[in-house]
């Protein structure tokens, strides 16, 4: 049974230019030990759907339309607040995209980290502040004794993201959901956040939601990979897979996007054309079939589903919603 079932989400947004499903009937799971990486264009819906797992979205202007997200048994979405409230920050943590908003300016980093422990381990007041210094040592910032008695301001954007990692790490969770958690670090720091992310993983079975723009974290990170396009999944498949042999275009646009080393350097990088849709007004059939380089008439004639596709060379269930799927991956399949 998996540890997290998301099972038909959709979310709405009810704006002055009409309806804007920014999540369309998402569905996935998520086991144990596992990272789930989510990737796509700004705007495809990734950090909506987490929001929306946690309850950390604004309702109103957000409604959840419809789904259910089980978790040990329980529905999220139907938990009371007091409930949810007491899940938030233990067993399902969150890493923020924008530490510069998601950090209160007025509290030292001691008392916004101490808080995490209080409520959810009932800790004192001085056993938690010897646990906060060692967390924040564990993310690479020296001296972390006297950094939390210091304000949000007196960091640097890169250390701000790495509080809110220490921060979403405290309490060990089982789910951990990470939006962009490397965004703002330096490449040295990168690779040592990672590595605390895996090794949290080797102690404690932390499953991961690795949201992402890096293609390379992706690749090195996830055991599978699920593509988001106009709220709604893609293509879904492992990792390896994926990157070998992606069925869907919108996929294989993103991956030739990615400069190469060894490539030719005087080229110019290749692109997805056009621009993503508006949601409150998307085109009929498949939203990126205004976009892409292999549309037919059928990709007009509705929205395709999600099926598992025919790949012998697959570790893992194949999933794409294209028209063509089959066809562009059997040609690249091996013999």
């Not at 990734?46 to 604004?58: D, E, Q, Y």
């Not at 007196?154 to 701000?160: H, I």
């Not at 060894?262 to 009929?284: C, E, N, Q, V, W």
């Not at 598992?308 to 919603?321: F, G, K, S, T, V």
Request: a negative charge.
């Amino acid at each position: 049974m998996a540890l997290l079932d998301v099972r038909d989400l959709t979310v709405r947004f009810d704006t002055h230019h009409g309806t804007v499903r920014a999540v369309d009937h998402v569905s996935f799971t998520l086991e144990a030990g596992e990272t789930l990486g989510l990737v796509g264009e700004s705007g495809s819906g990734k950090s909506v759907t987490n929001l929306a797992l946690l309850g950390l979205l604004p309702q109103p202007p957000a409604v959840v339309e419809a789904g259910e997200v089980w978790f040990e048994g329980r529905d999220l979405l139907k938990l009371a607040p007091a409930e949810l409230r007491a899940l938030r920050g233990d067993a399902l943590s969150m890493i923020f995209q924008d530490p510069m908003t998601s950090l209160n300016p007025l509290l030292t980093l001691e008392r916004q980290l101490s808080e995490v422990l209080e409520t959810h381990r009932g800790v004192t007041r001085r056993a938690a502040r010897a646990k906060c210094a060692a967390a924040l040592g564990d993310v690479g910032i020296p001296e972390p004794e006297r950094r939390l008695d210091q304000y949000p301001h007196e960091l640097s954007g890169g250390m701000r993201q790495r509080v809110m990692i220490a921060m979403a790490l405290l309490c060990d969770p089982q789910v951990l959901i990470a939006d962009e958690p490397t965004t703002a670090l330096d490449v040295t720091i990168q690779a040592q956040i990672l590595e605390l992310m895996k090794d949290l993983q080797r102690r404690h079975g932390t499953a991961i939601v690795l949201i992402t723009h890096d293609l390379g974290v992706v690749a090195g990170m996830s055991d599978r990979v699920n593509v988001m396009y106009a709220g709604r999944i893609v293509e879904s498949a492992a990792a390896d897979d994926l990157f070998a042999r992606p069925a869907h275009p919108y996929t294989e646009g993103l991956l030739a996007s990615v400069p190469r080393l060894g490539g030719d350097a005087a080229a110019a990088l290749r692109s997805i054309p056009g621009t993503p849709p508006d949601l409150a007004s998307l085109p009929p059939g498949c939203a990126f079939a205004p976009r892409c380089p292999a549309r037919v008439d059928a990709c007009l004639a509705g929205v395709p589903l999600l099926v598992e596709l025919r790949d012998a060379a697959a570790r893992r269930p194949h999933h794409a919603a294209c028209v063509a799927a089959a066809e562009r991956l059997a040609a690249r399949s091996p013999a």
